[in-house]
């Protein structure tokens, strides 16, 4: 299997790059280098600049608006974004919701959601988890009763990312209690401007607001925004998941990160040389980036098996637990870098237009901060306890 990049392939890298220079505010990639909190309309603009190009909905077919790439020019676009700190495009509508759309909307969901959520009209969030349904998320408890053309909505979800910014979310909603969990789940479409929706913050160990909980009390919603049929929504559910977990392994973030980690130990000192010089410290950093470059090689061999027609199998739950590992140490090792610096962090400083500042150099600022976020990276999108139950089921036969 050849792994390198074709000449075709070689010169859209370069095409990106020159977009991306181009086109990436200055100002907008060091929030991002730095790890400042991005505000709503930074989000959106860049959102416009990739849509103007035609590059916002690059797993989208032809049809619907998108860029109709194969996965290894998806890849390259992904990983470029990264290494040029790029803000990371809000995958709820774009690479989560719409796929289901798609496959299992109607004609009028389809033409009316889509276009919409291409050019910034509806900002999505995506209402799953539940305070007593996380990985188990078959016995979530959010009931949806039929009542006429509407059904009404009771319940609450949690760990909403980014819903405070929302105009709808899509939410998997009890509508059969009598029948195996599974089997009496489905799919709403719900604005959340209607009546009866509430949207209350969590604080995070960080100081930031990024996630939310959503309750519904007595919220009726139109039957026609129900997607596909009644009680499957767990067969849609499952099909937004393997869209969740596209690009799962993080190869950009971690290259990106590993690189920043670098520069930080080449002005952080240790015994009066650079800390990158410190044989015990340069030892952990070069054991990250050997397990890295070996997760890149799995993740290309994956991507060369998509672009062959070929489905990812236990492979995408090994570069799960593999590729949060990674970001996570390269987390560990930067905070254990930048010293007394992680300790006093200030979070208001990551907030845009903050007048707090940090303690310390400019790059310690979100370090701690990024540490303590990305905690989450082993649970969310299915824990790394049920990726390894989904290996030995499935490779192991246990």
């Known amino acids: ?223 026609a925004n129900l997607v596909g049929e009644e009680n499957k929504g767990w067969t849609y559910a499952k099909y937004l998941l393997t869209h969740e977990r596209t690009n799962i392994a993080g190869v950009g973030f971690s290259t990106a990160g590993l690189a920043h980690l670098k520069e930080i130990c080449t002005k952080q000192m240790s015994g009066g040389k650079p800390l990158l010089e410190n044989p015990y410290f340069a030892g952990r950093i070069a054991q990250i980036e050997i397990d890295l470059m070996a997760m890149a090689t799995t993740n290309l061999r994956m991507i060369a098996k998509a672009a062959a027609g070929q489905a990812p199998g236990a492979e995408s739950s090994m570069l799960k637990i593999k590729g949060t590992e990674i970001r996570q140490a390269i987390n560990d090792l930067t905070r254990r870098a930048v010293g007394r610096y992680a300790m006093p962090f200030v979070s208001e400083g990551l907030d845009s237009g903050a007048n707090a500042q940090g303690v310390g150099p400019d790059y310690a600022s979100s370090v701690s901060p990024g540490y303590f976020n990305n905690r989450k990276l082993s649970i969310f999108g299915g824990s790394n306890e049920i990726q390894r139950n989904i290996i030995s089921k499935a490779i192991l036969g246990l």
């Not at 392939?9 to 991002?32: G, H, I, W």
């Open 1 to 223: 299997m050849d792994l390198n990049y074709s000449a075709d392939e070689l010169a859209f890298r370069d095409e990106v790059r020159a977009f991306l220079k181009e086109n990436l505010s200055p100002t907008l990639s060091e929030k991002v280098r730095l790890g400042k909190r991005l505000s709503k309309t930074d989000h959106e603009e860049w959102h416009a600049t990739l849509n103007t190009r035609g590059w916002l909905a690059i797993n989208w077919p032809v049809e619907h608006g998108g860029t109709g790439w194969n996965a290894v020019y998806r890849h390259i676009f992904e990983e470029e974004l990264c290494l040029a700190d790029a803000p990371r495009t809000v995958p709820f509508g774009l690479s989560m919701l719409a796929p289901v759309l798609m496959k299992f909307g109607s004609k009028a969901q389809q033409d009316h959601f889509l276009p919409r959520i291409l050019d910034g009209t509806d900002w999505w969030c995506q209402g799953y988890s539940e305070p007593r349904a996380g990985s188990d998320l078959a016995s979530l408890k959010t009931r949806a009763v039929r009542d006429g053309d509407h059904y009404v909505v009771n319940g609450q979800k949690t760990w909403t990312t980014l819903g405070q910014h929302a105009d709808w979310i899509f939410c998997l909603v009890r509508t059969d209690a009598e029948v195996k969990a599974q089997e009496g789940i489905s799919f709403l479409l719900i604005d959340m401007k209607t009546p009866g929706v509430t949207v209350r913050p969590i604080t995070l160990i960080d100081g930031g607001q990024e996630v939310n909980e959503v309750f519904f009390e007595d919220v009726r919603v139109p039957v």
